[in-house]
């Protein structure tokens, strides 16, 4: 498993350096975001929940159900969406409140 990121799409915010567990995510020259070894990623999605540009996405394969699946997310407010792309194209979203999903 494993992510890439959008280069075009990145802001260079940062958000997602500061929650990789594995310090896996560097600054770019252009002040932008990479992964040092892909393979190393461990699939936690701290990054995804972090990205507000939807510049990350993340691998569902095989071993996971996935089928080459992709995974991104898209924020508006409160909400953060969950959304897989299958490999035929057809999206699943899954919407989860920011603020419930932390009430306990
Ligand atoms: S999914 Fe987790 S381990 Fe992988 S790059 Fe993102 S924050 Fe780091
Ligand atoms: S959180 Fe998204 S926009 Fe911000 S640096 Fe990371 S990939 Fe770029």
């Known amino acids: 498993m494993s ?8 802001s260079g915010c940062g958000k997602c350096r500061e929650v990789c567990p594995g310090s896996l ?4 020259d252009s002040g932008r975001t990479d ?5 190393d990623c461990w699939g936690c999605t ?3 929940k972090e990205c ?8 569902l394969g095989a071993d996971m159900g996935g089928r080459g ?3 991104h997310t898209r924020q508006e407010g409160n909400l953060l969406h969950w959304i897989v792309t299958e490999p035929n ?3 699943k979203t899954i919407t989860v409140d920011k603020k419930q999903a932390n009430a306990y």
């Open 25 to 28: 995510l560097r600054a770019t």
């Open 89 to 91: 194209g057809r999206e």
């Open 35 to 39: 992964i040092r070894e892909p393979k």
């Open 46 to 48: 701290s990054c995804l």
């Open 52 to 59: 507000s540009c939807n510049a990350i996405t993340y691998y």
């Open 69 to 71: 699946s992709l995974l």
């Open 3 to 10: 992510i890439r990121i959008d280069s075009h799409k990145c």
